[in-house]
């Protein structure tokens, strides 16, 4: 058995709890308000076993709401970042589920906002994809999200169109280009299109004069 000697609150909703045996444990207000936790209290070891998980799963989803609050993530961007912040894997795992049953986590939608965040910075499908693996985000959830990815078409043509410049851009410039648009995540036959559409506008440009 030990005896809780102090109580002290350390901000809104944290407390530091002195034990007579020296041990201090930091906690959170609902634990302290669920467990009627006061200076003088006797807890027998099963109680103190249970005192210790208790704070570590909710100091744990304290850490996670700050966390969320600073931007959004995935479920595994956030269980990855528990664990990197010292947290238990199953505290960060609890937590995570915790918050997506509060619909403050929804990968749906994280994934949505990848893409349309993705997609205005010039990026094709191919590297969207990459960017939704490497945040984590399920397979499932990637073509319902590739749904709103709006018509590439302009956005291809205007990247190409800053690459070539020139009306009759050489075989080394095509290739330069179409690697850099390669990188960004288009298809082959979507950059093919797009030199077509190009060399097109060029000769109707020069027709015209």
């Not at 020296?22 to 467990?35: P, W």
């Not at 709103?148 to 009759?168: T, V």
């Not at 330069?176 to 109707?204: C, V």
């Amino acid at each position: 058995m030990v005896i809780l000697t102090e109580l002290k609150q350390t901000g809104p909703e944290t407390f530091l709890a002195r034990f007579d045996n020296g041990e201090e444990l930091k906690t959170t207000l609902n634990v302290v308000t669920d467990q009627v936790l006061f200076a003088g209290k006797h807890l027998e070891d099963e109680e103190m076993e249970a005192l210790r998980g208790a704070s570590s799963r909710s100091r744990c989803k304290q850490r996670a709401l700050r966390i969320i609050g600073a931007r959004a993530m995935s479920v595994k961007e956030l269980t990855d970042r528990l664990k990197e912040k010292g947290e238990r894997p199953e505290d960060a795992e609890e937590a995570a589920q915790w918050l997506l049953e509060m619909h403050l986590l929804d990968d749906q939608q994280y994934a949505e906002m990848c893409v349309r965040h993705y997609a205005a910075k010039g990026y094709g499908p191919g590297r969207i994809r990459s960017e939704l693996y490497r945040r984590g985000i399920s397979k499932e959830l990637w073509e319902d999200a590739l749904d709103s990815l709006p018509e590439q078409d302009d956005q291809i043509d205007r990247l190409l169109r800053r690459k070539l410049r020139g009306e009759h851009p050489d075989k080394n410039e095509l290739r330069k280009a179409s690697d850099f648009l390669y990188r960004r995540g288009f298809q082959w036959e979507e950059i093919r299109a797009a030199i077509q559409r190009y060399q097109e506008e060029m000769e109707d440009s020069n027709d015209g004069l």
